[in-house]
Nanobody, 121 residues
C-alpha cells in the first residue's frame, strides 16, 4: 500500500499563500488534492496525472489561484495556494490512485490523514 502524509497547512489571512506537501511512500500515476469543510461534502481541488508528462485538472473555484505539481524523484505532491479566501478553509487531503482515470469522481485507493488550512477574513 501507498502511504501518504500531508504537511504545510496552517492559519493565514485572506490573500495570503500556503504550500501543501504530500509525501508518498510509493508511485501512483494519479494524485490529487481534496478538501472538506465542516458540514460540507468533500470536493476535489486539483489532480495531476503523470505518465511520462503530467496533465493537471482544477476545480473552477481554484483556477488561477492554486497550482498542483509533483516531484517524481522525491515522490512528493505539492499544492501551491495563492490569494487564499475564507472559503478555502477546510481539511485538505492528499489522495492517489492507479490507472489512467484521474478525475474528482474517480475512486482513489490511498488517502492521507489531512492537513488543516484556515483562512481568516
Amino acid at each position: 500500500d501507498v502511504q501518504l502524509r500531508e504537511s504545510g497547512g496552517g492559519l493565514v489571512q485572506a490573500g495570503g499563500s500556503l504550500r501543501l506537501s504530500c509525501a508518498a511512500s510509493g508511485w501512483s500515476p494519479c494524485m490529487g488534492w481534496f478538501r472538506q469543510a465542516p458540514g460540507e461534502e468533500r470536493e476535489g481541488v486539483a489532480t495531476v496525472y503523470t505518465y511520462g508528462s503530467s496533465s493537471t485538472f482544477y476545480a473552477d473555484s481554484v483556477k488561477g489561484r492554486f497550482t498542483i505539481s509533483r516531484d517524481s524523484v522525491k515522490n512528493t505532491l505539492y499544492l501551491q495556494m495563492n490569494n487564499l479566501k475564507p472559503d478555502d478553509t477546510a481539511m485538505y487531503y492528499c489522495a492517489a490512485r492507479m490507472g489512467s482515470r484521474c478525475f474528482f469522481g474517480s475512486d482513489y485507493h490511498y488517502w492521507g490523514q489531512g492537513t488543516q488550512v484556515t483562512v481568516s477574513a
